[in-house]
């Protein structure tokens, strides 16, 4: 083990692995004030969780790519555009076998992991997500991450044999009330379930929450933070509320900036150890809002992949995404004085299981 780090712990029981997270040297916790900080202050609080990720990580960001391969939704968020309502969206699944040659050969050489992205759609899990598994596992050495929403054990399970070994599940919102008016996926208490249930059969789980839904308060962000502390967690992102215009909220304001990339500082400082993302919708949150991102503590970036005829229907937000290519994914790196990882994120993930003190920048995937 690396010395110093939280940890998972593996404890047998009844046929399972069950986790302790020891996090004793982390007790930092925000306040609403610093959430809401701008000007010198939000300055200095951006520095210090830069500080705290050079630390941990040295200058290297882990870079992956996106495909987004249906847009097919059984749930009904009133903050997304795929929601199941939405009846004058176009539905697609993409084809395994476009999907495989793009990510075997045609892929860019800076890309270390791919993340395999659906809406809640347990067809397409089966039916592309696992035979494109499958094939990546057979003829590459990328790591694959995988963000489907909640599925049955037997799914996690078949998923994980084929070769996944990080799942995305988002909390979303972490306060119930506000959870179930915005119509998140399922309750707050059964993901927090499906989170711990994916930790204790052995994946590596990262996590997020919305910053800015209308209504909220500095105080309502605290909740996030409460919650992504309770859970067995590897990472944690922040995405700022987009207001689309194919949702029940399209007329609302977008979120605070500020609140933005100071809960990206926060989650830093909460947790130095974890892995926190730049989401692409930093840059439709605020200008030049993806180096921002990284200027505040995130240390990943994920361009997109997703194949253009498909890709404009994957509405999280809005139609009018900005998609993060390698040349953007690669300039913004370089501008804040940083450098790709040359070790995929499923690697290092490896290396802190096992206690390996390989540095970040040694080869492989």
Not at 77 to 101: I, K, T, W
Not at 123 to 142: G, K, M, N, Q, S
Request: net charge positive; aromatic share 8%.
């Amino acid at each position: 083990m690396v010395a110093g780090y939280g940890v998972f712990t593996p404890l047998v029981a009844s046929g399972q692995r069950k986790y302790h997270i020891l996090v004793s040297r982390y007790h930092y916790f925000p306040t609403e004030a610093e959430l809401a900080l701008n000007g010198a202050a939000q300055m200095a609080l951006h520095e210090r969780a830069a500080e705290a990720t050079r630390e941990e990580f040295g200058k290297d960001v882990f870079v992956r790519a996106v495909v987004e391969v249906s847009n097919f939704c059984r749930e009904n968020c009133s903050y997304c555009g795929m929601r199941r309502d939405n009846r004058a969206l176009h539905r697609f699944r993409a084809r395994h076998e476009q999907l495989a040659e793009l990510l075997v050969h045609h892929r860019p050489e800076s890309v270390t992991d791919i993340n395999i992205q659906t809406g809640e759609d347990p067809v397409a899990v089966r039916e592309v997500v696992l035979p494109l598994i499958e094939t990546l596992r057979r003829e590459t050495r990328l790591g694959i991450s995988v963000c489907l929403g909640t599925l049955s054990p037997e799914l996690y399970d078949a998923l994980q044999a084929a070769g996944a070994s990080i799942f995305i599940m988002k909390f979303e919102i972490g306060d119930a009330a506000q959870y179930q008016q915005f119509a998140a996926p399922g309750t707050l208490a059964e993901r927090r379930r499906h989170i711990r249930l994916l930790a204790e059969r052995g994946w590596q789980v990262s996590s997020g929450f919305i910053a800015g839904l209308p209504g909220q308060t500095p105080r309502d962000l605290l909740a996030n933070f409460k919650v992504a502390r309770e859970l067995p967690l590897r990472g944690c992102s922040v995405s700022p509320f987009i207001p689309g215009g194919e949702t029940p909220l399209a007329t609302a304001a977008a979120a605070h900036a500020d609140w933005t990339f100071n809960s990206v500082s926060a989650l830093r400082l909460l947790r130095p150890d974890w892995v926190i993302p730049a989401v692409s919708a930093f840059n439709l949150a605020a200008r030049e809002g993806y180096r921002r991102g990284l200027r505040a503590g995130a240390n990943l970036v994920t361009m997109n992949l997703t194949p253009g005829e498909v890709r404009d229907d994957y509405v999280i937000y809005k139609r009018d995404r900005f998609i993060m290519t390698e040349e953007r994914v690669l300039q913004a790196i370089d501008a804040e004085g940083l450098q790709p990882s040359k070790t995929g994120l499923a690697a290092f993930y490896r290396q802190r299981a096992v206690g390996a003190t390989i540095p970040l920048t040694a080869n492989g995937a």
